[in-house]
């Protein structure tokens, strides 16, 4: 089976770095993503590792260690827009995609 | 602009009651994946396909719940018969399925209330 972890809720302030780990066990492994989610949207895609290392999109990075079965995410210079849900998943055996529980995250000014 | 798009975005309905969703997935797409998300839960699998063919519905009530995709520009979710416990938002996602191109595209949900 697959099973992810994340942190329930993140607080920060605006302009600052914040950082959401995710630790998951799988079956088969293929990549970690991340996803936004705004209060009553639909999931969007943020980024992708397959590979050990950080993967950089302008203010958000992504990092992954295989062996250590763990990522994070990095946001740098939040805004107050950053104020989302953030999930990781896994991509495992047959390319199926597990979703972790999300991670609140709340920028204040 | 290419997006999955999901019909009805709401739906309430009565306990005991056949709930139909439908889903459009974008075109060109080989794998679809249908969630349930609940405050509780999270975003839950309930199923998914590539190329078609069920690939995974381990998630899925199976006495109730089934997913179909009758051709590849279409794939519906059902439940028969509902319970007030199925209340949740319920996303379809596509994708090309590949181990180099993960992104899932979710289209905007069916929110779904069971009374």
């Known amino acids: 089976g697959q099973s992810l972890e994340q942190p329930s809720e993140v607080t920060a302030v605006e302009g600052a770095i914040v950082q959401i780990n995710c630790t998951y066990q799988?079956?088969?492994?293929?990549?970690l993503s991340w996803y936004q989610q705004h209060d009553g949207g639909a999931p969007t895609f943020l980024s992708y590792?397959?590979?050990?290392g950080l993967e950089e999109t302008g203010r958000f990075s992504s990092f992954l260690s295989r062996s250590d079965s763990y990522g994070y995410l990095l946001l740098q210079e939040l805004q107050m827009k950053d104020s989302a849900s953030y999930f990781c998943?896994?991509?495992?055996?047959?390319?199926?995609?597990?979703f972790g529980t999300g991670t609140k995250l709340q920028v204040i000014p | 602009d290419a997006r999955v798009t999901q019909t009805p975005r709401h739906k309430v309905t009565e306990m005991g009651q056949e709930v139909t969703m439908r889903c459009q997935p974008i075109?060109?797409?080989?794998?679809v994946f249908w969630y349930r998300q609940t405050m509780m839960q999270g975003l839950e699998l309930l199923a998914y396909?590539?190329?078609?063919?069920?690939?995974?519905d381990s998630g899925m009530p199976k006495d109730r719940f089934s997913a179909e995709m009758p051709d590849a520009t279409l794939a519906t979710l059902k439940i028969q018969p509902s319970e007030p416990r199925d209340s949740a938002v319920y996303f379809c996602?596509?994708?090309?399925?590949?181990?180099?191109?993960?992104?899932?595209?979710f289209g905007q949900g069916t929110r779904l209330t069971v009374v």
């Open positions: 996602a596509s994708g090309l399925g590949t181990s180099m191109n993960t992104e899932a595209f």
């Open positions: 799988t079956s088969g492994f293929y990549g």
């Open positions: 590792n397959a590979l050990d």
């Open positions: 998943a896994v991509r495992g055996g047959y390319q199926k995609v597990t």
């Open positions: 075109l060109g797409h080989n794998t």
């Open positions: 396909f590539r190329n078609r063919a069920p690939l995974d």
